[in-house]
């Protein structure tokens, strides 16, 4: 398939690789030009140095004939026009949204845009393998290619509703074996416990603490960091 | 709303502190501190085009603010906002 990359950080670079390698076209966009030295010496695709909301530069990049755009800069505002004019304007099927910022992801709902939080997942899983050291994965963490975990999960509330849209919490958070593994909660239906995984809605509501796994004790925690995923750790 | 200190020293020799709201216009918190949802007009002017416009979406969406206005620093986004771009308001 076509695919449009917005924005050529680390996320955007990584990828552009891993859809290149997986035979698609691929098309990265970014307005600074020294932002494509993210890629990988491997990368065979497009680049476009532009900036991406200009007039004209999507469908510079093809956006008419994109079946697929991903909003990955380190702007939400950005990503979330982006995906939507993408969405919106030029009809593309398939539009993922970065969340850099977890305070916004309030306007990536807003827009009904699929959003993947890597500060605030990725922050999450930090805490939950630093609390329950019994969840950590069994794949090599090296890679990142995949793992294998176990999640607490909450069922989908009836009809099959998306767990940002299901702020109400009628559903008694079950044991989903069949959960076990998947990467996107948006996919399954479920969602791993704790804060950071969950809308907006949600912000400053402390979850209850999921049952005992292996965390039970206090512990001091050093976090080196004190960025976006390392405040969000805390 | 502002956040910037420089910024804020100056519109504080201005303007009765009253009306001031420190804090970044594009955080939630900060909208909700300054009662957004109660406002008939909200005015984006700020340096970001991509934020302005996420700006008054969010105002409209989530704080149903009746009439949003949006300054457009950067030309090449103007097409964002006119009728190129089909912003649907619920």
């Known amino acids: ?234 | 709303m502002e956040h910037r200190p420089n910024v804020l020293a100056h519109i504080h020799r201005e303007l009765p502190t009253e009306l001031i709201y420190e804090g970044n216009p594009t955080d939630p918190r900060t909208l909700e501190l300054a009662r957004v949802a109660d406002a008939q007009v909200l005015v984006a002017s700020m340096s970001n085009d991509a934020e302005n416009l996420s700006l008054c979406f969010i105002a409209r969406e989530r704080f149903a603010v009746p009439r949003t206005i949006a300054t457009i620093n950067d030309p090449r986004f103007a097409w964002l906002f006119g009728p190129a771009s089909t912003w649907t308001w619920r």
């Open chain 1, 1 to 234: 398939m076509n695919v449009i990359i917005v924005g050529c950080g680390r996320v955007g670079a990584e990828l552009a690789l891993i859809l290149g390698r997986g035979g698609h076209d691929v098309t990265v966009i970014d307005h600074v030009g020294s932002s494509f030295s993210h890629l990988d010496p491997a990368y065979r695709g497009r680049t476009i140095e532009a900036e991406p909301l200009g007039e004209g530069v999507l469908e510079k990049a093809g956006v008419r004939e994109a079946q697929a755009l991903a909003a990955v800069t380190n702007s939400d505002a950005v990503n979330a026009v982006v995906a939507h004019v993408a969405r919106t304007v030029y009809g593309v099927p398939n539009v993922v949204t970065r969340n850099y910022d977890p305070r916004w992801r309030v306007l990536h709902e807003a827009m009904g845009l699929t959003a993947v939080s890597s500060t605030a997942w990725g922050a999450q899983r930090i805490e939950e393998l630093l609390e329950r050291p019994r969840l950590r994965p069994s794949s090599r963490p090296a890679t990142g290619r995949w793992s294998s975990t176990r999640w607490w999960c909450r069922r989908a509330g009836p009809g099959g509703r998306s767990p940002s849209s299901s702020r109400d919490s009628r559903a008694p958070p079950s044991r989903s074996p069949a959960a076990a593994g998947r990467a996107s909660p948006s996919r399954t239906g479920c969602w791993p416990r704790g804060r950071g995984a969950r809308g907006g809605a949600d912000r400053g509501r402390r979850s209850p603490r999921p049952p005992p796994g292996g965390g039970g004790l206090s512990m001091r925690i050093l976090i080196a960091g004190g960025g976006r995923t390392g405040r969000r750790s805390r």
